[in-house]
DNA sequence: TCTGGGGTCCTAGGACCC
DNA sequence: TCTGGGGTCCTAGGACCC
């Protein structure tokens, strides 16, 4: 049987602020949100005080910081940075990884024979991690990639400390889909399991149990999947080769409320110049620009959601086109008197610049597009260290105006910002 | 007073094709 | 009056993930 494992750092922001913090080792750790928001990551200790995940931080502020807890702005930098260098280690361990998010990776233990050959892997691969970048780490491993989401779960709550656990015999995988609820189940959300309990269903197990065409007719294909891995079966690959994005979003709350559309208009300039960059990082050229404003979701009295699309003549990846088209689309969507408390930009519908159709009758001066790579390179390697030069529709300030009061050195990333010793 | 940001996949339905 | 069958492509909306 073949085996996967999953590897998913512990408590990441947290323990990321802990790497050149040693003197907060035992210290309760938050890491807020944009703006100081809200709660995004939490250490062990500070979960273990009932600080809830997406918790607002003016709620539990006081409290927590009176009972000796250290909070940090999100240092997304650092973050970066550490997550590179424990995918990097990963990746020099087997042949095939499959990186899902800033400190998830799955890997394929195709190498491997058996189960304490897998054990003992984990246990090298995590210990090499703490070593090399101190992040701590748990390893799931299991011949599916919803039971390694199951095993690294339960290696979470071992007490051998080693946190690797190896679910492979049906034996063992029933005994533990008994005691999980299914809304612990990767891809069964928030929505699904309330469905399923409405159906009396509410253990792993009892779902693994289900029928596969009632769940495939009453549901989706895609928990059809979930089932099935749930019994051990194989559905959902290693996928090593990542898919270029099909979009691209740039969007920010505001710490204060904004009314006004010329500073609405500056603020969507700054998200159009950063989604222009990352399309270009892609590689992509883009076909549709799209806006959306909105008013905060609790506001009850005065709600508005603006979100509407331009459509581009053809494929471009021009900062000053996708600025006209996201003024333009701000300038239809935008409805005086409501104070507006996020927005953002979203580039879709893109194509590969070797296969762009070009318009067989004009050219993109004559369709008013501005279209030139050279420039656009050159903004970008003159902006790529710092910024250097503006569109004149943005504002100062970078993407908003964003409030981080208790931010960490980027340690790793900034020659002015790196530590020091005495 | 203060409540994150960035993605993916699937499905249904409509437009359109031969 | 009777009006086929088999496709593709696109989009919006809903679900999920971290």
Same mark, same amino acid.
């Given at each position: ?16 602020? %802990?790497?050149?913090? $040693? ?38 502020? &006081? ?5 000796? =807890?250290? /909070? ?40 491997? #024979? ?11 691969? %995590?210990?090499?991690?703490? #070593? ?17 989401? /199951? ?18 015999? #049906? ?9 999980? $609820? ?15 309990? !409405? ?25 059809? %999947?979930? /089932? ?15 898919? $270029? ?20 208009? *500056?603020? +969507? ?12 990082? &892609? ?17 009850? #009295? ?22 006209? =088209? ?24 893109? *194509? ?18 501005? !279209? ?12 790529? +260290? ?37």
């Amino acid at each position: 049987m073949k085996l996967l494992a999953l590897v998913d750092c512990d408590n990441f922001y947290a323990s990321c602020e %802990r790497v050149f913090r $040693p003197d907060l080792k035992k210290t309760p750790i938050v890491v807020l949100s944009n703006n100081d928001g809200c709660v995004i990551a939490r250490s062990k200790e500070a979960k273990a005080m009932g600080i809830k995940m997406g918790v607002p931080w003016f709620q539990v502020k &006081e409290a927590y910081l009176a009972q000796g =807890g250290k /909070v940090f702005s999100s240092n997304f930098a650092l973050y970066g940075d550490l997550s590179k260098r424990v995918m990097n280690i990963l990746d020099g361990m087997v042949k095939r990884i499959e990186i899902y998010s800033i400190d998830e990776a799955f890997l394929d233990l195709q190498h491997i #024979q058996n189960k304490n050959q897998a054990y003992e892997f984990g246990v090298y691969c %995590r210990n090499t991690i703490r #070593q090399w970048v101190g992040i701590p780490v748990r390893i799931g491993i299991a011949p599916t990639k919803t039971l390694t989401k /199951v095993a690294s779960h339960i290696a979470k709550n071992t007490n051998d400390g080693t946190g690797v656990y190896c679910l492979k015999k #049906q034996k063992d995988i029933f005994h533990i889909l008994q005691t999980l $609820p299914i809304r612990e189940i990767w891809g069964v959300g928030h929505n699904l399991s309330r469905q399923l309990n !409405q159906l009396g269903i509410y253990s792993a197990y009892e779902l693994a149990q289900m029928d596969i065409r009632f769940i495939r007719k009453k549901f989706s294909v895609v928990l059809e %999947r979930t /089932v099935r891995e749930l019994r051990g079966e194989p559905c959902i690959q290693i996928d090593d080769h990542s898919e $270029p994005k099909k979009q691209i979003v740039v969007s920010r709350s505001f710490r204060d409320r904004i009314e006004s559309l010329s500073e609405l208009k *500056s603020l +969507i300039s700054n998200f159009a110049v950063r989604a222009g960059e990352k399309l270009r990082h &892609e590689k992509q050229k883009c076909s549709q620009v799209s806006v959306f404003i909105s008013t905060s979701r609790f506001n009850k #009295q005065l709600q508005y959601r603006g979100f509407d699309s331009f459509q581009l003549p053809c494929p471009i990846d021009d900062t000053r086109s996708i600025l006209m =088209g996201a003024n333009k689309v701000l300038n239809t969507i935008f409805k005086h008197g409501y104070p507006y408390a996020k927005a953002g930009i979203l580039l879709s519908q893109f *194509s590969h610049p070797a296969f762009i159709q070009k318009s067989l009758f004009e050219t993109t001066d004559q369709l008013h597009l501005k !279209q030139d790579e050279n420039l656009m390179q050159t903004i970008d390697d003159l902006n790529s +260290i710092h910024t250097q030069i503006y569109y004149a529709s943005q504002c100062s300030g970078g993407l908003s105006p964003i409030q981080k009061k208790m931010v960490s050195p980027k340690y790793t990333t900034n020659w002015w910002e790196l530590p020091t010793t005495k």
